[in-house]
């Protein structure tokens, strides 16, 4: 993990030294063809270039400073609802700062895969706007689906994101983003069982001020985001923001040699503003927000139908390169988002506060893609020349959703005692319609749904001793469920509740004044659901029970070496009772189903400053998961007992650097990473279509930065590692999802 991102005790008060994050104490395989022999040229030439300048910068005696390095500013997190650092929370979470995610360039949710252990992120099989986050395993399959819900839950400024199209953070001014792992249901709203991505935006100041981001890189990418912000008042009290973006690329990710075109172009656009009231008993923030993405969608690479065996590194794409696809049909993503935030925090005396978070948005996603990647006519019986599409579809879709969640949180008997509780509801409505045509057949699913959720929590911290801290806490959630459905002609009706109690508790002892020790146990919960993507009423009308998982987690946190190294474990097992996994049968339904599941594993995250400018760390995990019973009734389904759990890696490791030096009144900077992991599988049969090989990705970046303007180019995946996230098969249709080749971006910024 890079400098910043070390992993996140609670304290109803932040302590002595801490710096707040942002200055803000109020919220605590081959190549393409036809592509330009420039381009390969270009980010061959980078990617030696990064190499050779970081073996430079890191040999070099300027970095050798006999003199002791300042302790750089601990990261204030609010992982436990209650504002705290990093070091000190008795939970497994990785904090990104604002540093790290300009200089690394995080400008998309995916990215953090590469920087935070345990955690795989990569877009949805449906449209390109969407993701499907896994953490520990945890997540969701079928994410453009509007039955589909994750295991992840995305919040944005506190408010729980529902939909995966919905998270974005390349229009925020970003002041951290938290990556929590582990079941967070007790003190987060929905769906968190696995854990959260929390996204924290950065509160106007209340000073002027105003920055211009300028950048140009891969497939003649554009971009030019401002953000500004101003006192509205004599005191800096109110204050507003405002931040805006446009970010267009033409096509070149792929190439369709059917079509006779490069794909993969986008253009976006959004703009958010806010305003802000900062007083000194009372803090309010009103955001309002607009996006708008447009796309050529996504191309899967169709894989040879008459390949039989298992050998996972002989079969090969039809085309011959996972950048080349063969599908006639063309795709596209189109999404429009907006809403309005408000989030209010008032104190209600020395030792209490109440906290307010409203959110409101309302999304249109419309998709449509050629899932089969274009199939040789031949492969189905056809005397022609060509391919043909066997698998599309195209969804559209619109939803509107509300929260509100009251938060009191404080101390008592003279901070012996902390507490936080609260009351939470949400409220979901949408409709979708799906067009299929499977084998040539078309046929039609829409969907009306209707979800509320209700939910109480509180939670307990009891300081025993200056040390020892017991903690007890549990939330009661209930969903209620409404599903009017026409599937080919039949309807479906239901209305499901699903509700329980998830307890957690804790220990947590600090050793000493720089080792922490924990120990917790709590329940993870997600409502049963519908298969939206069954291809029958009587698959439709049969729901998957909840998710239901008990948690383990023993945890240290460390600092030494005066607080120039710090490392961070955490050992952890997950027993599912009824984990929810998806499978494809063998007509080209995509069903849900509960199975009984076990995952251990072991995270590490160690950064090291040796010397002034330079910063060493690395992070890994280990882990061990399979299927162990099942309750699977639906035919066509398989148990899969034994198989190893989805998108869980045996092992995996990041390391990189980040190293800077003075220059000619200025700073020059230099960093990168290497991402290795191991093999695993991303659908539960563990056939080979699904599986995805042993992987490295390399990024680097480097940078100048002189009084209010800097200069950075960044790369990702300089070796132009070609590899896929995921796949299914059934019959002759055997897609795979590629990932994302080899990039580059200059990006020039200047603030005033």
Known sequence: MPPEALPARTAAKPRGGVVWAGGNPQLPHGALQKTAGSYEIMTKVLGKAFLLASAALVATPVLADEAAPAVPGDI???????????????????????????????????????????????????????????????????????????????????????????????????????????????????????????????????????????????????????????????????????????????????????????????????????????????????????????????????????????????????????????????????????????????????????????????????????????????????????????????????????????QLHGSLLGDKLTYVGGLYFFRETGAQTVNSKIFFAPSTTVFNIETTSYAAFGQLGWHISPKLTFSAGGRYTQDDKTLNATISGTAVNRKDSWGTFLPKLGLDYQITQRVLAYLSFSEGFKAGGYNGLASTATALNSPYDPQKMKAYELGLKTEFLDRKAKLNISAFFNDYASLQQQSVTSTGSFITQNYAADHKGVEAELSVKPVEGLTLWVNGTVNDSKYKASSATLAGVSSYIGNAMTNVFKHQVTAGYDASIPLAGGEFSLGGNVNARSDYYSTPDNLYIGHVPATTLVNGYMGYSKDNWSLRLTGKNLTNQIYWTTGFGFSVVRPRYMGDPRTWRVTFTYKM
């Open 76 to 406: 204030v997190v609010t992982a436990t609802r209650t504002a705290s650092t990093v070091q000190k929370v008795p939970v497994a979470v990785t904090a990104i700062s604002a540093d790290t995610i300009a200089k690394q360039q995080i400008n998309n949710v995916k990215d953090i895969s590469q920087i935070a252990p345990n955690v795989q992120i990569r877009t949805v099989s449906g449209g390109s706007a969407g993701i499907t986050p896994f953490i520990r395993g945890g997540g969701v399959t079928d994410g453009a689906n509007i039955t589909s819900e994750p295991e992840v839950g995305i919040y944005i400024d506190d408010v729980y994101q529902p939909r995966a199209a919905a998270s974005f953070i390349d229009l925020l001014d970003v002041e951290r983003i938290e990556v929590l792992r582990g079941p967070q249901g007790t003190l987060y709203g929905r769906n968190s069982s696995a854990g959260a991505l929390k996204i924290v935006s950065r509160m106007p100041s209340d000073k002027a001020g105003l920055k211009l981001e300028l950048a140009t890189g891969s497939w003649a990418e554009r971009q030019a985001k401002v953000v500004g912000n101003a006192p509205l008042s004599a005191d800096g009290k109110w204050r507003a923001g405002l931040s805006a973006l446009y970010r267009g690329r033409d096509g070149g990710i792929q190439y369709n040699a059917t079509l006779g075109k490069k794909v993969g172009g986008e253009d976006y656009f959004g703009t958010k503003a806010d305003l802000a009231y900062v007083g000194s008993g009372l803090t309010a923030r009103l955001s309002g927000f607009y996006s708008n993405l447009d796309g050529s969608g996504l191309f899967p690479v169709a894989l040879s139908p008459t390949y039989a065996g298992n050998g996972y590194q002989t079969v090969q794409p039809t085309s011959g390169s996972y950048r080349t696809v063969l599908s006639p049909s063309e795709s596209y993503t189109k999404v429009v988002q907006y809403g309005a935030n408000l989030n209010i925090e008032a104190d209600l005396g020395e030792n209490a506060k109440l906290t307010s978070i409203s959110g409101w948005s309302h999304l249109r996603d419309n998709w449509a893609q050629d899932f089969s990647g274009g199939v040789a006519w031949s492969a189905v019986g056809v005397p022609l020349a060509g391919y043909t599409s066997l698998f599309e579809r195209n969804a559209s879709l619109h939803n509107s959703s509300f929260s509100q969640e009251l």
